[in-house]
Every structure is written in structure tokens, then in C-alpha cells.
């Protein structure tokens, strides 16, 4: 923005507000939030208007004495005179109900509070990390996990979530991937649709609902190098049709607020990004929630270089479009002064406000600020058996089957003696992944009290090695175990005397999430060695991968005759893993992301673009683009994932049945001996276009239950939001021209035809 339209921008932002009002008045909102806004709002003072746009976290314990000095002191008067609009991990009804009190029956005007937290996958009941949640590819059960997420965590008085967090990326490295959808926009944007439908339900303002979050708007996901917090430098194309899809698709779902990302986009915060806040999300999109910062976006743009100090941020993020501030302390202490001194317009202070107010009308506080506090629903809802039931289904379909060879899998239920080796398999805390803030430690069932569920097998459990030692706090830097390899003969002893190993290695929880960015992909620490070792003495192995993100094991794919991809699945963890190795449980789960072979490969996806050299011309050239010590491919790739059973493709047609609509169908087989569900996908390649487009890109996919021996046709379409794409200055375009049309059990489609628009 150049210092002339920096000086205009709220000026042009009025005229363009009347413009809309008066474009609108014959559909807005329903009238009376409008009129109960307005009115409102006439009667708060700049302060008090400031202080709807001011978050902060819990300061105090709240059943406790009042606090009297310092900060907590400062916060608790600020919270008395109105200045707070919202805070965040206050939890419980009895808190809960202590601070909305003081909102609503201390201050001047009584405005309630909205209470935010990172309901991220559960609350106190765990469902599976979204990463993992995303292979399951099934979108009823994923938005059933965020309504029994909403449900449990609205009865401790909680009613707004951080979720869901639809970044894509394509890079394993960056610790966050496990929060998100995984790396492709297809699936992103239905799983965004999904999770915001399950939280706010069909009427926010019932007590069973939360207001959802969009997050991290935008590119997030494409920090260099996969390090948290981390620059991004995108091109335009990406952004359209990469990034911005999901975010899109979250607000057509009525997403009620979106927060800002921490990074720099293409050299401006996203905080302080106009272009983003104001000019795509509030004006292109029409966006009519509120955005809040992320944790000290806010004053961070002094770090990026940005802003000059805390009055210059809350300024830039004001202006920007950020209408609320979470934990920089910037707009409560300097907005009143800018607005004052005419830096920033009182009617960008009013348009935030408004949008804040009306989402708390629509969650029905106005009417019931107590309506979330019912200490007797608390108590009959957390941990319920339709909770629990819940977040073992999604657990099971989330389990993605990596290889069976010679059908080692499933296990068989009695006469065999099974080594159990790995301490993650006696582990009840590390099931719940990253991001279960409320959730208590030791709380998900473990692996090896999974198994036990089995009695007929004789089970021999080692712990082998320790993944990490010392420290496991969600706020503290976590050690790897790198040396001690004292069990090691312990586990080869009791592999020796086994029928079949079952190995659980992996991730502990905190190795993937913010701020655990990796630069290997391996298996952490000795855990390889361990691997080598028993497999030395015992080739009959089933490694269980318990990770946040995808991993890097070459040696196991070529080596290990079973491999099964189990993440982190929450609170029924090992009840799910268990009735998967036993059968009970056909796995049907498809990779959301593609596996490397080696870390060097990342970021790693197969929607790519073609080079001008994709391939040699003759063997043995060398100018074409690859690596020199590990071929293009990746180990698994998106959308791959076995069954106990098999399927076939066959009899793939399209036809035309619009001037840009085809229908494409086929038949799909269950060839082999066992029931099952196949996940058909259907991509596409505009093989010619005015901006290069991908080699696939994923357009359906059906999920599809076939009994043994059993033949379906399905039918998908493509219409031209299919088709289409965005150019670089952001329009969607449908060009003529031929389309390749691949169909398959992964993006390593087997059929394929072409078709012409």
C-alpha cells in the first residue's frame, strides 16, 4: 500500500460501507440483531467499543481471590469496566459463569463474554488429530467428530472453537501438518465444509453448537523450509487455487470467524494484510463474521519488521481488517489513541464491533449469557458413551493399511504368542496427540490394553527403548532418546521366542504440532536400530506407526511385510488399532498426504506441475529433472491405502452431458475374499492452458462398500467449477480444450481416457 492509499483507506472504506449498506437493505440480516446492534453500539463509549475487540486469556484463578497487583490486576479492572470482549481458555462451567457474571452484571452496558478455546480434535474425549481424521476421506463421520467435540465442550461452557484449521500443506516437516486437512484442496475444502457444519450445527444458538474458526488465513501451510512461524513467498496461482480454496469453502459454510496466520505473505503480515483481510475475505468473499489475531500477531509485525512499535501494529492490523486482538494487548491500550488523534477511522472501529456483537447474538448470549453454564449437563455429557462411541468409529476409519504382505494381517485371535515392542504401545498419554488441552494425561486407552481385549493370544509386551526422555510438557522442548539401547536384548529375546512381533514406533505426542517442526522424517531417535535389530531375529513383523505427520521409512517398505499407518487416534486409541490387526475392522483409510522416501524430496505432493524436462529422452541422460541417489516417487502416495481385501477398476466411461458437464463411471470389483470399502477418486489434467495446470488433481471420489465378489458402477460428475481454475489475477476461468480423466484406489490412478471441452 503505497502511504497515499494508506491515508485514504479508511475514507474509502466508509464510502464503500454505505455503498453496501444501501446495496444490501432489502436483504440483510434479520433486522432486529441489526437494530439491537445499532442500538447498541450508539450507546458504548470509544472505550467500550475498543474493548469488544480486546482478548484475553484466563489471568487469574477465577473461583480464587481477586487479583490486586500487576498485570492480573490491570486485566481484572479492564474485564470490570467493559474493556474485554472475549476471553480465551477459561474452562468449566463454574469459571465460566464466575467471569460472564462479571461481564454481564458489572459493567455499565452488560455485554456477555465469548469464550474461545482450541477445541481441536475434542475436548476432554479425544477424536483422532485431523491429519488423521482426514484419511478416513469420510465426511459424515469427520463432521460427527466435530459435533461430539462441540457437544462436550459447549457443556463446560465453552462456545467458541479455534477450528478448524484448514491450511494445506505439502510440506512434512512443518510440525502443524497434523492439525490440518493434509495437502489437497479437493479434500481440504470438503473437510473445512465438514468440521465447521459438525461444530455450529444447523442453529448456533443452541447450547450443543459453538462458533467455528477458520484458521490460518493465509498460507500458513507454506512457511519456508517447514519451520513454524516462518516466511511465505507464494506466486499468485498458488494462492488461488491452492491455498484459497478451503478458506472459501469453510466461508460458504457459514464459518462465523477466521484468524489471522502468524506469517509474512509475500513480504506483509497477514495481520496487517489488507489484501487478505480486506480486500478478498471482506469484500471478493463478502465475509460477515470477525477475524481475531492469532496469540501476539499482533505486536509480532515489530519482530517482522513491519511496524515500528506497539501503536504502529495495533494501526496496521486495525486498518487491515483484524477486529479483534488476542493476547497483544494493543488495541485496549493504543486504538483509542489513534482513533483520537485520526490515524484510525471510528468507523473501522464500529465495523468490527458490529461484527463481534452479532456473532454473540447469534450464539443466543444476549438472551441467556448463562446459557453454556449447566453444571448438571457438564457432568452428564463429558466422556458419555455416544462421545466415546463416536471417536472409536472415526479412529477406525482413520487407520490407513500401508502394506500386507503375505497376508500377515490380520492377526489371528488365538494360539499365537505375540510380542508387543515399543514404548509407545504401553503409552496412555501419547494417543492423544498435540492440541488436547483439556484432555487429562493417561486418559486414552493404550495400545497394549487394546490388544488385551484378545485374551486367546499369549502377549509378551517390552518397552525396548524410550522414545523420549525427561521433559513432556506441551510448553517445553522436548528430548529425543538418541543413545540408551539398554532393552534392547530384552526385546530381541522376547521377538526370538514369537510367532509375530507387533512393533509400535513412531512420534511421541509433542514431536508434531506448533513449534515441532523436524528436519528428518525418520524414526525418531533408536527407534530404527530397535526396528533392524528385532527384525534380525524375527522377520513376522507388524509395524504400528504412531505419528502426527507423515514419515519417512524406506527401509521398513522394502523390509517390513506389514505396516500400518495408525497416527495419533485419540482417546480410543488402541481399542481401534486392536480390532483393525484382528479384523474385526476392514481398514479403508486413504492417505491424505504423500509419504517420502527421504526427507531431501520435501515438500512432496502429487498435484504437481510438469517441468520442461520431465523425463530423459534416451536411457541414460542425464538432463531431465530428478535426483541423482533417490528416484522422483514417492514411498506411498496421496490417496493410497490397502484393505484385507481387493479391488478392481474396470469399464471406465465419460460422457458428455452438458456443454461443461460429463458424467464418469465405472465399475469397481471386490476381488477378493473379504467384505470391504473402497474409496474411488477421480482426477483430472487440463493437458493445455492459459496458466500451466497440474499433472492430476483430484475432482470426487465415492466411497464405496462391496461385499466379497460383488461388482458396482459408480457415477461421478464434472461440472466447470471442476474444470475450471483461477489465472493469476484471480479470475475463474473454463477454457475449451482436452482433459485427461483418471480413476483409481489412489492418485496412482489405473484407468484413464481423454475427453474434450
Known amino acids: 500500500m503505497t502511504k ?21 437493505e432489502a436483504q440483510q440480516e434479520p433486522e432486529s440483531i441489526d437494530s439491537k446492534i445499532e442500538s447498541l453500539l450508539s450507546k458504548m463509549t470509544l472505550e467500550e467499543k475498543i474493548g469488544q475487540m480486546n482478548q484475553y486469556n484466563g489471568f487469574w484463578e477465577v473461583t480464587g481471590p481477586t487479583p490486586s497487583t500487576g498485570d492480573a490486576a490491570k486485566k481484572y479492572d479492564d474485564l470490570r469496566k467493559g474493556y474485554v470482549g472475549s476471553m480465551l481458555n477459561v474452562r468449566g462451567v463454574k469459571d465460566v459463569r464466575a467471569v460472564q457474571k462479571i461481564a454481564v452484571e458489572e459493567t455499565r452496558l452488560g455485554i456477555p463474554l465469548i469464550i474461545g478455546f482450541d477445541v481441536i480434535h475434542g475436548y476432554k474425549t479425544i477424536s483422532p488429530i485431523p491429519l488423521a481424521e482426514a484419511a478416513s476421506w469420510d465426511l459424515e463421520a469427520i463432521k460427527t467428530s466435530a459435533q461430539m467435540a462441540a457437544l462436550e465442550c459447549s457443556a463446560a461452557g465453552i462456545n467458541w472453537t479455534f477450528a478448524p484449521m484448514v491450511d494445506i500443506s505439502r510440506d512434512a516437516r512443518w510440525g502443524r501438518v497434523m492439525e490440518g486437512a493434509g495437502e489437497d ?26 462458533a467455528a474458526c477458520a484458521k490460518h488465513f493465509a498460507g500458513y501451510g507454506f512457511v519456508e523450509g517447514g519451520r513454524d512461524y516462518n516466511t511465505v513467498d507464494v506466486g499468485t496461482s498458488t494462492l488461488n487455487n491452492i491455498i484459497f480454496p478451503p478458506f472459501k469453502a469453510a466461508l460458504d459454510a457459514d464459518v462465523k470467524t477466521f484468524m489471522n496466520a ?37 505486536e509480532e509485525m515489530q519482530n517482522h519488521g513491519y511496524a515500528k512499535d506497539l501503536e504502529h501494529a495495533a494501526e496496521l492490523a486495525a486498518i487491515a481488517g483484524c477486529d479483534m486482538d488476542m493476547e497483544s494487548d494493543a488495541y485496549v491500550t493504543k486504538l483509542a489513541g489513534l482513533v483520537k488523534s485520526g490515524k484510525v477511522s471510528e468507523a473501522l472501529i464500529d465495523d468490527a464491533v458490529s461484527r463481534i456483537l452479532k456473532v454473540k447474538y447469534e450464539l443466543g448470549l444476549f438472551d441467556d449469557p448463562y446459557r453454556y453454564c449447566d453444571e448438571e449437563r ?26 500386507n504382505e503375505n497376508e500377515l494381517l490380520p492377526l489371528k485371535k488365538k494360539g499365537q504368542t505375540i510380542a508387543v515392542i515399543g514404548a509407545l504401545a504401553d503409552d496412555k498419554t501419547s494417543p492423544l496427540g498435540n492440541w488436547r488441552i483439556a484432555a487429562d494425561n493417561g486418559t486414552a486407552v493404550s495400545f497394549l490394553e487394546g490388544m488385551k481385549a484378545y485374551p486367546d493370544n499369549t502377549l509378551n509386551y517390552v518397552k525396548g527403548a524410550d522414545v523420549v526422555v525427561g521433559n513432556t510438557e506441551f510448553t517445553k522442548e522436548i528430548e529425543i ?49 530397535l526396528l533392524e535389530a528385532v527384525y534380525a531375529v524375527n522377520k513376522n513383523i507388524v509395524l504400528v506407526l504412531h505419528n502426527g505427520r507423515p514419515v519417512a521409512i524406506p527401509w521398513a517398505a522394502e523390509h517390513i511385510p506389514a505396516i500400518v499407518e495408525a497416527w495419533q487416534l485419540g482417546t480410543q486409541s488402541g481399542n481401534a488399532i486392536a480390532q483393525v490387526l484382528y479384523g474385526d475392522y476392514n481398514p479403508s483409510g486413504k492417505l491424505p498426504v504423500t509419504f517420502p522416501r527421504r526427507v531431501g524430496q520435501v515438500p512432496l505432493f502429487y498435484n504437481y506441475k510438469n517441468t520442461g524436462r520431465p523425463k530423459p ?24 491405502g490397502l484393505s484385507y481385501t481387493t479391488f478392481s477398476y474396470s469399464n471406465l466411461k465419460v460422457s458428455k452431458t452438458g456443454e461443461t458437464t460429463f458424467e464418469v463411471s465405472v465399475d469397481i470389483e471386490n476381488t477378493g475374499e473379504r467384505d470391504g470399502k473402497e474409496t474411488a477418486q477421480l482426477y483430472i489434467r487440463d493437458m493445455v492452458a492459459s496458466v500451466t495446470r497440474p499433472v492430476k488433481e483430484l475432482k470426487g471420489f465415492e466411497q464405496v462398500p462391496l461385499k466379497s465378489g460383488e461388482i458396482k458402477t459408480i457415477t461421478l460428475t464434472l461440472t466447470d467449477k471442476e474444470l475450471g481454475f483461477y489465472d493469476n489475477q484471480g479470475n475463474f476461468l473454463v477454457e475449451p480444450g482436452d482433459f485427461k480423466v483418471f480413476v483409481g484406489g489412489s492418485s496412482n490412478t489405473s484407468l484413464e481416457t481423454m475427453v474434450s471441452l
Open 4 to 24: 497515499i492509499q494508506y491515508i485514504l483507506y479508511p475514507f474509502i472504506f466508509i464510502g464503500m460501507t454505505i455503498l453496501s449498506s444501501c446495496k444490501q
Open 185 to 210: 484442496p479437493f479434500l481440504g475444502s470438503l473437510i473445512a465444509k465438514a468440521r465447521v457444519n459438525g461444530f455450529q450445527g444447523d442453529d448456533l444458538s443452541k447450547p450443543n453448537t459453538v
Open 262 to 298: 502468524f506469517n509474512v505473505l509475500n513480504g506483509i503480515p497477514a495481520t496487517g494484510n489488507v489484501y487478505l483481510q480486506r480486500e478478498v475475505l471482506k469484500g471478493k468473499w463478502d465475509f460477515k463474521g470477525f477475524m481475531v489475531s492469532d496469540w501476539g500477531s499482533i
Open 378 to 403: 457438564e457432568k452428564t455429557v463429558t466422556g458419555s458413551q455416544e462421545i466415546q462411541d463416536a471417536v472409536l468409529d472415526m479412529a477406525k476409519k482413520s487407520i490407513v493399511l500401508l502394506k
Open 481 to 529: 532418546n538418541t543413545t540408551d539401547k539398554s532393552g534392547f536384548p530384552e526385546a530381541i529375546k522376547t521377538a526370538k521366542n514369537a510367532d509375530v512381533v507387533v512393533m509400535v514406533l513412531g512420534e511421541q505426542a509433542f514431536e508434531s504440532g506448533e513449534a515441532r517442526s523436524r528436519s528428518e522424517l525418520g524414526l525418531p531417535g533408536v527407534q530404527q536400530d
Open 617 to 640: 529422452k534416451n536411457p541414460g541422460d542425464v538432463f531431465w529433472s530428478h535426483y541423482i541417489d533417490v528416484e522422483n516417487t514417492p514411498l506411498y502416495p496421496f490417496g493410497y
